[in-house]
Nanobody, 115 residues
């Protein structure tokens, strides 16, 4: 059974930082691309960042987070991370971990950016 468990969300002031983690189990983690999505109230779920399964760990980002967010992975720990810097109010959303191409999603972690 595949499980993706996110953690690290919370309330942060504009300009602050957070690091999200997603621990995977039930899959051979290093074989799979991994991604972070987010969904804000009243909006569709959108791709935030993706990292490939290759040793190069090629990354792609939504334009709205380029230069502020960094996705990374630790295959030894079966974990993917999302470092979020210079957070803005518009980054407020539930953030989900996902295995692209499969119906594997985490339960989500709330990120709220507010003063």
């Amino acid at each position: 059974q595949v499980q993706l468990v996110e953690s690290g969300g919370g309330l942060v002031q504009p300009g602050g930082s957070l690091r999200l983690s997603c621990a995977a189990s039930g899959i051979f983690f290093s074989w799979y691309d991994m991604a972070w999505y987010r969904q804000a109230p009243g909006k569709q779920r959108e791709l935030v960042a993706r990292i490939t399964s290759t040793s190069a760990g090629t990354t792609t980002y939504a334009d709205s987070v380029k230069g502020r967010f960094t996705i990374s992975r630790d295959n030894a720990k079966n974990t993917v991370y999302l470092r979020m810097n210079i957070l803005k109010q518009e980054d407020t959303a539930v953030y989900y971990c996902h295995v692209p191409g499969y119906e594997y999603w985490g339960q989500g972690t709330q990120v709220t950016v507010s003063s």
